[in-house]
């Protein structure tokens, strides 16, 4: 896929802003899951209505962060091989 001038697009990679959202909720997601899972009182269950919280709400995230990278990596951002000409003024929509 090289274009006319012979250079290559290239993806996006590490600077695809989802993956870096994906990276800090996945960090959150972590977190809340290991605050449930191991370090929920009773008494912090009952204030949620029985509902262990943290536990569904880092599940979520999880889910939401996996959904991010699958995102990311089916439908990636093709950078361009040459930038745009920046002294070209931008076409005027009339």
């Given at each position: 896929m090289?274009?006319?001038?012979?250079?290559?697009?290239?993806?996006?990679?590490?600077?695809?802003?989802?993956?870096?959202i994906?990276?800090l909720?996945?960090?959150?997601?972590?977190?809340?899951?290991?605050?449930?899972l191991?370090f929920?009182?009773?008494?912090?269950?009952e204030?949620?209505?029985?509902?262990?919280?943290?536990?569904?709400?880092?599940?979520?995230?999880?889910?939401?962060?996996?959904?991010?990278?699958?995102w990311?990596?089916?439908?990636?951002?093709?950078?361009?091989?040459?930038?745009?000409?920046?002294?070209?003024?931008?076409?005027k929509?009339?």
């Amino acid at each position: 896929m090289a274009t006319e001038s012979g250079a290559r697009p290239r993806k996006a990679g590490a600077f695809d802003i989802r993956l870096i959202i994906a990276l800090l909720i996945g960090v959150y997601g972590v977190i809340l899951t290991v605050m449930g899972l191991w370090f929920t009182s009773d008494a912090e269950r009952e204030k949620a209505a029985g509902v262990n919280i943290n536990l569904w709400a880092g599940l979520g995230m999880l889910v939401v962060s996996a959904a991010f990278i699958i995102w990311a990596r089916v439908r990636p951002l093709v950078v361009p091989a040459e930038p745009e000409d920046a002294d070209t003024p931008p076409a005027k929509v009339e």
